[in-house]
């Protein structure tokens, strides 16, 4: 019986902390990402000081941050956090709730399928938030994330410095070796694989979504195999 408790403690551990990082915007790392002002190219001088505005410019113009296409790997959610500055506060005219953001999770189309307003209630330089959506209803093949400031002017505007996409909840997909089952014999196919280079016995190696397979994707087999 304490066997049984031990390895189902295991299993679910396994699950409640798996997650993959979908996209990430900083300093050194911006390529595929769209800043959707003219004449401003994304770089390590525009990010660092501060010119990563997002605010209504009139005219129908919203300065935005787009995401690459991320690939919906068919995590249950997705988490974006957000370090930002509000590079104005100290004037008289601005208005934290004009530079507060909308978050979005866009189709390959750019047609909004799920939306976040994050308000900010209080006046501070440096902001750091996070905002989550629940994919489970989410079937779309991957999406974009888009931060945007709709109601913000050129007082009231918030500078984004850094963005980590994350995925929670990702499924496992343990059966390496595709037969329909998950034995011992996908745990033999990862061996093989990391031991001798050998993947004609891999199908979907990447068990737990890092991008890699590793002994990690080893670990993850043998906990689903645990599990059951």
């Known amino acids: 019986m304490k066997r049984s408790i031990i390895v189902l403690v295991s299993f679910f551990a396994f699950f409640a902390t798996h997650a993959v990082e979908l996209a990430l915007f900083d300093q050194n790392h911006y ?51 957000i370090t930002a500055y509000s590079t104005t506060y100290s004037s008289s005219a601005y208005n934290s709730i004009k530079g507060s953001p909308t978050i979005e999770i866009l189709d390959a189309d750019g047609n909004v399928v799920k939306s976040e307003y994050h308000l900010f209630t209080n006046v501070t330089f440096e902001r750091k938030f996070e905002v989550s959506f629940e994919m489970e209803d989410v079937t ?21 410095r850094k963005v980590v996409v994350d995925g929670v909840g990702l499924p496992v997909n343990a059966d390496v070796n595709g037969d329909g089952n998950i034995t011992a014999a996908d ?25 890699t397979i590793t002994s990690a994707d080893v670990t993850a087999v043998y906990s689903v195999l645990l599990g059951e």
């Open 187 to 211: 745990v033999t196919a990862l061996y093989d694989y990391l031991l001798n280079s050998d993947s004609t016995g891999i199908v979907s190696g990447d068990v737990n979504h890092d991008g």
């Open 140 to 160: 779309i093949p991957n999406y974009r994330v888009r931060i945007a400031c709709w109601n913000a002017d050129k007082n009231s505007v918030l500078a984004i």
């Open 31 to 81: 390529d595929g990402w769209t800043y959707t002002r003219d004449n401003m190219i994304l770089n390590t001088d525009d990010i660092s000081h501060n010119r990563i505005v997002l605010y209504h410019f009139g005219s129908g113009v919203d300065y935005t941050l787009i995401s690459p296409l991320i690939e919906n790997v068919g995590c249950d959610t997705v988490k974006v956090d």
